[in-house]
């Protein structure tokens, strides 16, 4: 008997746990999928201050502390239509939802997972604007040039953080992504969603 989840969007709720036991959240993410593969990511998720910050925090703190996690990982969740907040999936690593705070927050996913790692004091993790939006590359040019975009896309959006990831381009593949960091969320949305426009056909 298949049962179906009836939800409002998919959130991410990113987490650090040293040995010692120390933790570290980011702020809770919503992502976007569109064929089942991750488009977009919102940091934070609009509307998630408060009750739904405090619950996806405590869930992500409850399954690190109790699987004893060192590193880095993902917490990927659904919020319901009858306000309940579920566990989808967990990722054990720097995960996509996180790759917003490369440009977006005081410590990165990358630099927090070695940290933690490694046993040395986590870093802050607050976000050094208002809103951060991850786009990512999928697919890439047709030619496979992921380079030659660069130039135009750097012009037109100057607030975009390109990010190449040096694969070959493939339908639906995660080729790169695109950060971009601002006060108001639709300019925040625009751009990058513009800068990563360059580098799909």
Known sequence: L???VE?????SQMIAR???GDTALWPVVESVQVDGV?????SPAPHSQG?????TGDIATTIANGLDVTGVMAVELFETTDDRILVNELAMRPHNSGHWSQDGCTTSQFEQHLRAVLDLPLGAT???QPWTVMVNILGGPASGDMTSPYAAAMAEHPTAKIHNYGKASRPGRKVGHVNVAGDELDEVVYQARGAASFFED
């Open 7 to 11: 939800f409002r969007r998919e959130l």
């Open 18 to 20: 040293r040995p010692s």
């Open 126 to 128: 607050g976000a050094l």
């Open 38 to 42: 991750c488009k977009e990511v919102i």
């Open 51 to 55: 009750k739904i910050a405090d619950m």
């Open 2 to 4: 298949e049962e179906f």
